[in-house]
């Protein structure tokens, strides 16, 4: 069993038991609970030969989500240079994620 949900504008496919990175939440979740994703766009059936498609949401379908951990991803380094000014500047950035586990698919 799947599910196609979307999360801060990106699609995410998913199963019980996965494990990603999303992006943070802004009302101050703790690093220790749980999420529920309610914008599910596809649901498959245990056997895998078809499923639900929302138009575009699947009414009353959820996934639930415990949040594992904060994390931060790969440095990523900005360098600016102009030519025969002697201007450089170097900054760097490492981007926030939330990890999650996937825990139980209810379909609508």
Known sequence: MYAIIE???TQIMVRP???LE???RTDGSEPSGNLVFDRVLTVSDEAG???TVGTPYIKGAS???EIVAATKGKKVVSVMYKRRKGMRRK???RQQYLTVRIGD????
């Open 17 to 19: 038991g996965d494990v």
């Open 63 to 65: 996934v639930t989500a």
């Open 7 to 9: 999360d801060s504008g």
């Open 22 to 24: 999303i992006d943070p």
């Open 105 to 108: 698919i209810t379909p609508g």
């Open 91 to 93: 900054t760097g950035h």
């Open 49 to 51: 030969s078809g499923g």
